[in-house]
C-alpha cells in the first residue's frame, strides 16, 4: 500500500458482474482501498440470495486485499416513500433483503436514495420513510452494517435533496447508531449548493455541519455534474469535466475534515470498462497538495 492509500480512502463503484469477490480484486487492482457495489442486479426487484460460498470469497478478498471499506448500494426501485401500498411493501422487503445481504458479507455501509414523495407531500414522506427505517431496523436486531441516506438532486418529488430533509428523517430514527449520510458531489450541486468556489464550498460544508453534522456524514460519491447548478437533474460527468470543475475537488480531497471519509467515483465508464475509472482516480489524487511523491495509479490517457 503506497502513501496515498495511508493517508486516503478512494475508490469507485465497480461490477459484479464476474462475482461480488471479483470486484475487490478489481479494486485492488485500481490501487484503491475502498469500493462501491451493487449486491444484485438494482434494476430488477429479483433478489440475489448468497450462498456460504458466496460469503467465503467475499470475505478472503477483503482479507487477502485488506479493503474493508466497502459500500453496496440498494436498487433504484426501492421507494420507502410509495403511496402504493404494494410498492411500498416490496420496497420494505427489498431493503430488508439488501441490509440483511450486507451484514452476511461483512459490507460496513448500505446506501439508499431516501425515496419519492408521489405527491404526498414533503411531511408525509419524511414520515413515512423514517417510520420504515425504524421498523426495518427492529425487525433486524443483529444488523452489522449501516445504512447511509444519500443526499439527492431533487428530481420530481424526491425526498432528500435539502440538508433539512435529510436531518428531519435522521431525528426519527430511533436507533441512530445504525444510520448516518452519504454525501454526493453531483447531487446536491443539481440541488442547489454550491462548491465551486472555497467560500462556497465552505459555507455548503459548513451549513451540512450545522444541519445534519458531518459526524454523521460516512461516505462520499465524488461525480461531476452534466447539468447545470440548481438544475435539480442527476446526471454524472467525468471529474472536472461538467459544470462543477476541478477547484471543488481540489478543496474536497485537502479538507481534512474529510480526509477519513471514503470516497468513491460514480462517473460514467464509457466503452471501456474502468479505463476512465483510472483517469479520474488519478485526477483526483493529481489535486491532493501534501501527496508524496509515490506512483499513480496505472496511467490512462484520456480518450
Known sequence: MNTIQ???ILGAHL???KGLHKAIYEAKKLNCNALQIFTKNAATWKEKYLTSDDIDQFKRAMEETGITKIASHTSYLINLAAIDKKKYAMSCKALVDELTRSSSLGIPYVVLHPGSHMGSGEEKGIEQISNAINEIFSDIPDLKTRLLLETTAGQGSSIGHTFEQIASILEKIENIDKAGVCLDTCH???AGYDIRTREAYNKTIEKFDKIIGLQQLYLMHLNDSKKEFGSRVDRHEQIGRGFIGLKAFE?????????NIPKVIETPKGKEGNKMDKVNLNTLIGLIHDRDPVPELEKSEAP
Open 15 to 17: 461490477s459484479i458482474a
Open 188 to 190: 446536491i450541486f443539481a
Open 6 to 8: 495511508k493517508k486516503y
Open 251 to 259: 478543496l474536497i480531497m485537502n479538507d481534512k475534515r474529510l480526509r
